[in-house]
């Protein structure tokens, strides 16, 4: 069975969800890993005519979802940064209970969407005064009520490691996942966020495999600067990562993250699926 490719919608944050699954497919893709945000998916809005419409979308293009991105949160407009705020960690008890309950939201969505998985942020910022000891456990505290839910709805709870948040390595992820130790627990492994951290992602992959249901590609520079960069315009060998994801996980989900890309996002979705397809073939891996 081919790896399967999907594209994220958070690289169309400037049109509507059934157009941006509609662009997805005209681009080749799959998958699609749905935005549980502003503007295509924020659970706490949600009617049931846009869900249905949705559905109708997905159907009438053929797409799949992949996975449910319910890390960003935009729709909150948090003035610090609107991706990983407000986060499990922060501070105020009323902004992590913002997370919480969203979290809550996105996993009912995704039960209603029919996504095996939703993915979110890892643990926000250390702050000023706060051991990383502190922070993990309030991370702990805040998130175990949650997979409950998870478990509930039948949907996995996908936390994804991020370049200068509490967890941003395999190794921290594993010892966070061992204090927890439930089955709905899992990572979305982000290739370009391991590169950033310096932890090669093909060597990591086999070495997450039990835990990984789902992954993230992007390229990054050199550098290693946390950037995400059509595949083909980084440093990232993915030859060798996507040998090793077919190896290890030759069902899985591959989406392509490129939200930096919200000005040109069709170019870069075709891009990457190129440059992607190319890898694959050359490297003897099946990749639709």
């Known amino acids: 069975m081919p790896l399967r490719l999907a594209f994220s919608s958070n690289a169309y944050l400037d049109v509507p969800v059934e157009t941006a699954i ?8 799959r998958g699609i890993e749905l935005l549980a945000d502003v503007p295509h ?13 949705i559905r109708m979308a997905l159907q009438d293009h053929g797409l799949a979802i992949s996975n449910m991105n319910a890390f960003m949160m935009n729709a909150v407009a948090d003035p610090r940064q609107p991706y990983w705020h407000p986060g499990w960690t922060d501070p105020d008890p009323h902004y992590r209970a913002i997370r919480r309950e969203h979290t ?5 969505l995704a039960a209603e969407l029919g996504a095996r998985s939703i993915s ?30 998870a478990a509930a709805c039948g949907v996995a709870l996908l936390v994804e490691p991020e370049p200068g948040l509490l967890i941003e390595r395999f190794g921290e992820y594993l010892d966070f996942a061992s ?5 709905s627990l899992g990572l979305n492994f982000d ?11 093909a060597e990591w992959v086999p070495r997450m495999k039990s835990h990984t249901r789902h992954y993230h590609v992007e390229d990054i520079a050199a550098t290693r600067v946390h950037h995400h960069l059509v595949p083909g315009e980084g440093a990232i060998d993915f030859a060798a990562v996507l040998r090793a994801i077919a190896a290890c996980s030759p069902d899985a989900w591959v989406t392509v993250e490129l939200y930096p890309y919200r ?3 069709d170019e870069a979705a075709r891009a990457a699926r190129a440059h992607l397809l190319a890898v694959a073939n050359a490297a003897g891996v099946e990749l639709a």
């Open 22 to 29: 509609e662009r997805i497919a005209a681009a080749g893709y």
């Open 41 to 53: 998916a924020w659970p706490a809005g949600l009617l049931a005519g846009q869900k249905a419409a």
């Open 104 to 108: 809550k939201r996105a996993l009912g």
């Open 120 to 149: 979110t942020e890892p643990g926000g910022e250390v702050q000023p005064g706060q051991t990383r000891e502190e922070a993990l456990a309030i991370f702990l505290d805040e998130i175990g009520p949650v997979l409950e839910v």
């Open 179 to 183: 204090r927890l130790d439930h089955p």
């Open 191 to 201: 290739v370009g966020h391991a590169f950033c951290v310096s932890e090669d992602p």
């Open 263 to 265: 000005d040109r996002p």
